[in-house]
């Protein structure tokens, strides 16, 4: 399969009469967008806004993030989910970079929602503060899960992923900036200097533990829960064949744009016939009973086995029990004999004291570590926010809470917050981004 | 000027040899031995030096620390250093235990050196910063100049670094630290995987910790007559949550009666922990918290007596620091009524 | 929380799903549930087959706390 990146960098963005993209401006037109989003009735109040690097906003609860795509062919950009199902990873995909669509709560967020910072001491802690973002704030009439913790947040993301091939559609007849080719032989047609190197894979474990449907990772538009674990090509990834799911604790989070550029692949990808033979993409899951953990163990380590994998990566989206799942993995690989480097991240608690992982293994002994769930963050308010910041104390949010006796509640009366890594969006970036790692003190 | 005290043993501080290591404690005045060189470098003034018998201060461990923290009472302090003690076991448990005690009645930073083959190192390494020294005294400069670089960070308020950086042991804390050269995961993650590949060496980024094991407490003797409690992480709390439980990272527990209930009902029962679906255990809460199987195998004459409440908590976060001293403050309880032994049920 | 009761000298048996975690942290007897969200009654299935799960998880589990060990053990359902 060949897969062609044709890129446009976007400079800044503004609203105007109407969507277009010339020399790096992208230019939308804000009425006929959040239209086209309203068509979806559920959608009770939207509201459209850029958030530059740089800008003092803040944002919470952030459920979503999509790097705006399309397909000149007239494929979806998310078949089987958001149009038809058709074969992901192969032909021409226009991408509009250095930009990504936010989908926000206009009030309700929930555990698997988080916050970003555009300036200041927090706007490093996620990637999208360094990204021109167009920020989709909205409310729903989804009422039966206001008040819950966990949502799947349907209407709203929907809305988010259906926005980022609207707005994409400005270039659809456009010549690209540049172009990306990824490609890779069929596994076992490779060239002999190929077939020398040793061959890796690459497992992915994406958040799939609701055991009711609506809230995991999809692929082609499928309930990951559903699955045991099977051979993707990674361009399928990259191609919008992985929908973010709406779960798993927010710093932890692969968002859709994480997937789409899924630096861990592309990193493969650069590697492949120089030191490595990329095989290609073992996708596993996250379970949440241990036989299922082990069951998707077995089949991970055997498909290894049988493609005759020299070397795996495991990455794993989430902290606490699907640690059981990253260990898991990783034993099952080494003792097939395939030699595996994981990568995570870790949860120490406030006090940096407890075990990283709840589960190890000596068998373990190459891992990168992406950053810290329980990191406390104090941040100063921001001149503007959009959403409802007060969901970070109120609605459950994996970084926030409503009171503590020591720290008080997560967010004061003056805008300033005090919070964990663990509410910051995407926060950990195991996908690959990640600039961040763990020392001991 | 901000003030220091050092702390040395009988040989540094040139009292004599091992024939002298049943020194009891002293503080002279102004600097003696490798005070000298601290004071090369630090931004504090040493204002006196304690010096002490190995063996005194092993033997007489108590007398010789209350000793001290009398000498130092009146001492105007705001640092305390002691060392280095290169491969001298017996000093550096002297230098571990002096400077534990300063630390707990002053409150001021200790700092220490020892090499990493000195027992000292395993014993103290948690309780203050232990920098990795030589192991033999000829790299008294050396391990003088590091010493006095974190003194320095200490004394003047600046971040102290992580222990490769600094060059202290380990206390076991780890955090997420940005790297100087920005190197994304990815490469790391390349980097490693083409090292491991090719037999090289490579450094992982979380070493995997030793596990901590705890004595297995002796079975019941007759299950007939013994009193059960039952705790959880799980997350079961009464549907309004009166100890505002945290749904993660908890710090509350609660307690809550079951004397005359059957089991737990969906709806005035429910699990507030975040992480998993809910659904199930707010319907009936006995998934979680088997009471209506307790109560039934009570009547059946299985076990003795049930303790007349549960005890909850939320697992997912909390650290092992918060749900050690919540065990510790439900202990009593469970001492109090002479309950035997405790299921746990964790999610 | 389960190390610091038995350090209390209570002995105390851990029923969860990840066995590998109770092993690491080093619980002593363990029994498995049969899910995380669930541990004793999968609402799948009918009421009576979730309550024979749960009456007999639990009397193992009771009955564990009476059995001699000399390492950690994992108890069979």
């Known amino acids: 399969m060949r897969l062609e990146l044709g890129n446009f960098h976007v400079r800044d963005i503004a609203f105007g009469d109407t969507l277009a993209f010339q020399d790096g401006l992208l230019t939308i037109n804000k009425e006929a967008a959040l239209a086209y989003i309203r068509e979806d009735d559920r959608i009770t109040e939207a509201g459209l806004y850029i958030a530059r690097p740089g800008d003092n906003i803040r ?50 967020g929930g555990f698997q929602d988080g916050l970003i910072d555009m300036n200041g001491e927090g706007q490093k802690y996620t990637l999208f503060g360094e990204l021109n973002n167009i920020v989709l704030v909205a409310d729903t009439n989804e009422v039966f899960e206001q008040r819950e913790q966990q949502k799947k947040n349907d209407a709203l993301r929907r809305a988010g992923h259906k926005l980022a091939e609207y707005i994409a559609g400005c270039v659809k007849d456009l010549e690209p900036e540049e172009t990306e080719v990824f490609e890779l032989e069929p596994m076992i047609k490779r060239t002999s200097d190929v077939e020398k190197l040793p061959s890796v894979v690459y497992v992915m ?237 | ?178 790297l100087k050269e920005p190197v994304p995961a990815s490469q790391r993650m390349v980097d490693m995987l083409v090292k491991k590949l090719n037999g090289e060496p490579f450094e992982t980024e979380l070493p995997i910790p030793e596990l901590d094991r705890v004595e297995i407490a002796p079975a019941v003797k007759d299950l007939k007559k013994a009193r059960i409690a039952l705790v959880t992480t799980g997350g079961i709390v009464p549907v309004d949550n009166p100890d505002r439980i945290q749904s993660a990272s908890a710090t509350r527990w609660g307690r809550y009666n079951i004397e005359t209930a059957d089991g737990l009902k969906g709806g005035e029962y429910k699990t507030i922990h975040a992480g998993f679906d809910p659904g199930a255990a707010d319907a009936d809460p006995n998934v979680i918290t088997p009471v209506d199987a307790l109560k039934v195998l009570l009547k059946e004459g299985v076990y003795g007596s049930l303790h007349p409440y549960f005890y909850s908590t939320v697992g997912t976060g909390t650290t092992q620091a918060e749900a050690q001293r919540m065990a510790n403050e439900m202990v009593p309880y469970l001492q109090e009524d002479n309950v035997d032994a405790v299921i746990m049920v964790s999610t | 929380m389960v190390k610091e009761i038995e350090k209390a000298g209570f002995p105390i048996v851990q029923m969860c799903n990840l066995i590998p975690v109770a092993k690491t942290v080093g619980s002593n007897r363990i029994v498995p549930t049969i899910s995380i969200p669930y541990p004793l009654g999968d609402p799948g299935t009918p009421k009576e087959e979730q309550w024979k799960v749960r009456y007999h998880r639990t009397k193992v589990a009771l009955e564990s706390l009476a059995i001699d060990i000399t390492e950690q053990t994992v108890f069979k359902v």
Not at chain 1, 67 to 72: F, K, S, Y
Not at chain 2, 27 to 56: M, S, W
Not at chain 2, 112 to 118: A, F, L, Q, R, V
């Open chain 1, 59 to 108: 944002m919470c609860p952030v459920k979503e993030a999509i790097e705006p795509r399309v397909r000149p062919d007239g494929r979806s950009i998310f078949p089987g989910y958001e149009g038809e199902l058709a074969q992901a990873g192969d032909g021409v995909t226009y991408a509009l970079k250095d930009c990504s669509v936010l989908v926000v709560g206009r009030h309700w």
């Open chain 1, 205 to 441: 474990q994406p958040q799939s533990q609701m055991e009711e449907m609506g809230y995991n990772t999809l692929v082609y538009g499928w309930d990951m829960n559903h699955m045991v674990p099977t051979i993707m090509h990674p361009n399928e990834v990259l191609d919008g064949a992985i929908i973010s799911g709406s779960f798993m604790p927010v710093s932890s989070k692969w968002s859709t744009y994480d997937y789409q550029n899924c630096p861990n692949i592309k990193a493969l990808y650069a590697e492949h016939g120089k030191t490595i033979n990329f095989l290609g993409v073992i996708m596993s899951n996250l379970n949440v009973a241990l036989e299922q953990k082990e069951r998707a163990a077995l089949f991970v380590a055997q498909m290894a086995k049988t493609l005759g994998a020299d070397g795996a990566v495991v990455a794993e989206e989430g902290y606490g029990n699907p640690d059981a799942d990253f260990i898991g993995c990783y034993v099952a690989l080494e003792d097939a004999g395939v030699k595996t480097v994981g990568v995570t991240n870790e949860c120490t608690g406030r006090d940096g004291q407890s075990q990283p992982l709840v589960t190890l293994d000596e068998k373990c002994d190459a891992i990168v570590s992406c950053g810290n769930v329980s990191e406390l963050i104090t941040l100063p308010p921001m001149d503007t926010v959009l959403g409802e910041l007060d969901a970070l104390a109120r609605d459950g949010l994996s970084g926030g809470w409503a009171d503590d006796e020591i720290l008080g509640p997560s967010v004061k009366a003056d805008g300033s917050i005090i919070m964990e890594n663990n509410a910051m969006f995407c926060g950990d970036e195991v996908c690959g981004w990640s600039v961040k790692t763990m020392k001991e003190f």
């Open chain 2, 1 to 178: 000027m901000k003030k220091a005290i050092l702390y040395v043993n009988q040989f540094f501080g040139q009292i004599g040899g091992e024939d002298k290591a049943d020194f009891a404690p002293e503080i002279r005045d102004g600097q003696v031995g490798p005070a000298i060189e601290f004071a090369k470098g630090l931004d504090a003034e040493i204002t006196h030096t304690i010096i002490c018998g190995d063996n005194y201060i092993g033997s007489n461990t108590d007398e010789a620390v209350a000793a001290i923290l009398d000498m130092l009472k009146d001492k105007e302090m705001d640092l305390f250093i002691a060392g280095p003690a290169f491969q001298a076991g017996r000093y550096g448990v002297a230098c571990g235990t002096i400077c534990k005690a300063v630390k707990e009645s002053r409150d001021i930073p200790v700092v220490t050196s020892m090499n990493n083959e000195n027992p000292g190192v395993e014993m103290f390494k948690k309780d203050m910063y232990i920098l990795k020294g030589g192991n033999i005294a000829s790299r008294m400069r050396k391990d003088v100049k590091v010493m006095t670089a974190l003194c320095n960070k200490l004394l003047n308020g600046e971040e102290v670094g992580c222990a490769d950086d600094e060059g202290y042991f380990g206390r076991g804390i780890r955090r997420q630290v940005w």
